[in-house]
């Protein structure tokens, strides 16, 4: 009998963790629609209908440009899902089992490289799109494959994530008028990478990045190699690698490829690429200096995200009033909000800052700024589960003068 409710329980529990997930996969109260074109097939939710349409139109009008340079028609129409479940700016692609883009119908904040654009779905689709162009590219054994045993292979799909996410970042920027590669914010990641003698060897983004700036570091030094390689070599060139990849049975022989379609292989072209870069930045640079420079004084020394700073007025926090509060994330202490000591002289000028004398103020789930009401309570803003499927960036607000989280950290 024991045995039995055990056995029962389990069942019951098991249920209500797949229910849970399955109302976590997708809310059922949602109701789909399908707009159908020659190549796409865009299936979207109420409420997203003028952005389907958009994204419909866009759609066929992408691929006309981007056949050619990629050298590939597809022989499937390309699933296109639109969904508003998060506040982030994204999407995704794969072209197995079946052609099909992801894409969020959030745009981008203004500070980031993403918003560099002028029409958001048109550089969204145009990037993805890309991806689905270059790992349809099926031929030889790999589609003799997939003809017996359903689209299993797509060898172009097992590159390195640098090469196929420099292509298509390459392309939203080469056949739109916005793109990563014309944001300032962009080239200067990579320009400070180059001035600073911090590039990374070829090895280091071909495998899981260990260094700043993280995932990115795929798209940063994948788009400018990507472009330099096509602007030395020709879009055939790229074409001619796509192919010969798309065709082999046994993956990653990526230098044999490109030695294929270029007599040189990545490992042989990469210094000639950072040599070109450094002379470009190198002009930059002079140029800049030549005008003169206006440097301020750093004040935080860990990297990665340190941004949104506020003054601390004088009803928030005792003992905290004049002093800074940002967000921090630098991937070893608590993501929050953290103040920041500040030290000035009698007539009140900031002399000095007390990085190492940090406290952590409001723990946060994700990135984001706070600010201050009149009366010192701090309103932030975090990323909020709803309904166990939606991932919005709601504000908080703490009671007045209450320290939500505070800790000395080393």
Same mark, same amino acid.
Request: hydrophobic share 40%; aromatic share 12%; net charge negative.
């Given at each position: ?10 069942? &019951? ?7 849970? +997930? ?62 508003? @479940? ?23 904040? /203004? ?45 172009? @799909?097992?590159?390195?994530?640098? &090469? ?6 390459? #392309? ?10 014309? +944001?300032? @914010?962009?080239? #200067? ?21 260990? *260094? ?13 190699? #990507? ?15 796509? /192919? ?11 230098? *044999? ?11 042989? #072209? ?17 140029? &800049? ?8 004084? %750093? ?39 953290? !103040? ?17 004398? *940090? ?6 789930? +994700? ?35 209450? %320290?939500?989280?505070? !800790?000395?950290?080393?």
């Amino acid at each position: 009998m024991r045995r039995f409710a055990f056995f029962f329980l389990s069942a &019951i529990l098991s249920a209500l963790a797949w229910a849970a +997930s399955a109302r976590a996969a997708n809310d059922p109260a949602l109701v789909w629609h399908t707009i159908e074109t020659p190549h796409f097939r865009i299936t979207y939710y109420s409420g997203e209908a003028e952005v389907a349409q958009h994204v419909a139109d866009l759609g066929e009008e992408i691929n006309a440009r981007l056949e050619p340079v990629l050298g590939w028609k597809s022989t499937e129409r390309t699933e296109i899902v639109l969904t508003d @479940q998060t506040d982030g700016a994204n999407g995704s692609a794969t072209a197995v089992p079946y052609n099909a883009i992801t894409l969020y119908v959030t745009a981008p904040s /203004d500070l980031s490289p993403l918003g560099d654009v002028d029409d958001w779905y048109q550089e969204l689709v145009t990037h993805e799109y890309t991806h689905i162009l270059h790992t349809d590219h099926i031929g030889g054994l790999p589609a003799v494959i997939n003809a017996v045993f359903g689209k299993t292979y797509a060898p172009n @799909q097992a590159q390195a994530k640098w &090469i196929l996410e420099g292509l298509a970042v390459f #392309m939203e920027s080469e056949h739109t008028s916005g793109g990563r590669l014309r +944001s300032s @914010q962009w080239n #200067m990641w990579m320009r400070a990478d180059v001035l600073e003698g911090h590039v990374a060897p070829l090895d280091v983004f071909s495998n899981t990045p260990r *260094r700043w700036p993280g995932g990115n570091i795929y798209y940063v030094y994948g788009s400018f190699f #990507m472009q330099w390689v096509i602007e030395t070599y020709g879009e055939g060139a790229l074409r001619r690698m796509i /192919d010969e990849y798309g065709t082999t049975l046994v993956p990653y022989g990526i230098n *044999r490829a490109v030695k294929r379609a270029t007599g040189r292989t990545f490992e042989d #072209m990469y210094p000639s690429f950072v040599d070109t870069l450094r002379r470009e930045f190198a002009v930059q640079a002079d140029a &800049i200096r030549a005008r003169g420079l206006r440097e301020g004084k %750093r004040v935080t020394f860990a990297g990665y995200t340190a941004e949104h700073p506020r003054w601390i007025p004088k009803k928030a926090w005792a003992g905290h009033a004049g002093d800074l509060l940002y967000f921090r994330d630098d991937g070893e202490d608590r993501t929050g909000y953290y !103040a920041l000591p500040v030290v000035r002289d009698g007539a009140g000028q900031v002399v000095d800052v007390k990085d190492k004398e *940090r406290k952590l103020m409001i723990l946060a789930t +994700s990135d984001g700024s706070a600010s201050f009401t009149p009366e010192g309570a701090v309103v932030f803003s975090q990323a909020e589960v709803t309904d166990n499927l939606f991932d919005f960036n709601d504000l908080t607000a703490t009671n007045h003068g209450y %320290r939500f989280y505070r !800790a000395a950290t080393p």
